[in-house]
């Protein structure tokens, strides 16, 4: 008879899904609220978008307690940038400092995956997207999370970004206006739910343009 023993994980993985997409002035980012472990829910109503700077918000998914660890470590050092420098960093700033604080953690990992979204110093839509360990790439949208295997299939359908090994470089920013992607990443998520257990209660949704920052909501699958 084989010997059991309870195996004791620093990590868990709290579900959920994140997807960003950016237009040519307009940035929309949206996650839903439902915090699961195994098959309880524990909440039904935490938001996983964090406001970093005016003009750049993040969405995270994976193990709850690393990412509000790497929420507060991200906070203060853009704290301290804006007492050095006077100023609030820009979103590709923040892209780079979010892959340098995960890359550093990188033999103990933040279990976070996470979506950057904002507007850069032009005025166009921008979105990060990373892994565990901060490898990140810059592109036209993306999707994390529990969900993300059921909707990136979906927005390489609708929005067929063009390839990075093109010359010359095409803009990542996807075609449609603000309200087709706002549409279109309700869609996602209406779908998601419907197959994914760990999405699901409500849709939180910020749209970031020259005019600030916006916030919607939509009710999603309960059950």
């Known amino acids: 008879m084989t010997k059991q023993q309870a195996n004791w994980s620093p990590y868990d993985n709290n579900g959920g899904t994140c997807v960003a997409v950016a237009g040519a002035d307009y940035c929309v980012i949206a996650a839903d609220t439902r915090m699961s472990t195994g098959y309880n829910i524990l909440t ?4 996983k978008i964090i406001k970093l700077a005016d003009r750049c918000v993040m969405a995270s998914s994976g193990f709850q307690a690393d990412v509000r660890a790497l929420q507060k470590v991200l906070a203060s050092r853009h704290l301290i940038y804006q007492h050095q420098h006077n100023k609030q960093m820009s979103c590709p700033a923040m892209g780079q400092l979010l892959s340098n604080t995960l890359y550093y953690k990188r033999f103990f990992p933040y279990y976070s995956f996470n979506v950057l979204g904002g507007l850069d110093s032009e005025g166009k839509g921008c979105v990060f997207t990373y892994d565990a360990v901060g490898s990140y790439e810059r592109v036209g949208y993306s999707s994390q999370g529990s969900g993300s ?3 990136m299939p979906f927005l390489d359908n609708q929005l067929k970004s063009p390839s990075p090994l093109l010359l010359p470089a095409k803009d990542a920013v996807t075609p449609l206006s603000e309200s087709e992607a706002i549409d279109l990443v309700k869609t996602c998520f209406a779908s998601a739910t419907e197959r994914d257990i760990y999405t699901g209660d409500r849709l939180e949704i910020v749209i970031l ?8 909501e939509m009710e999603l699958r309960k059950d």
């Open 44 to 47: 039904r109503d935490y938001s």
């Open 149 to 151: 295997t059921l909707i």
């Open 209 to 216: 343009n020259v005019n600030g920052i916006r916030r919607e």
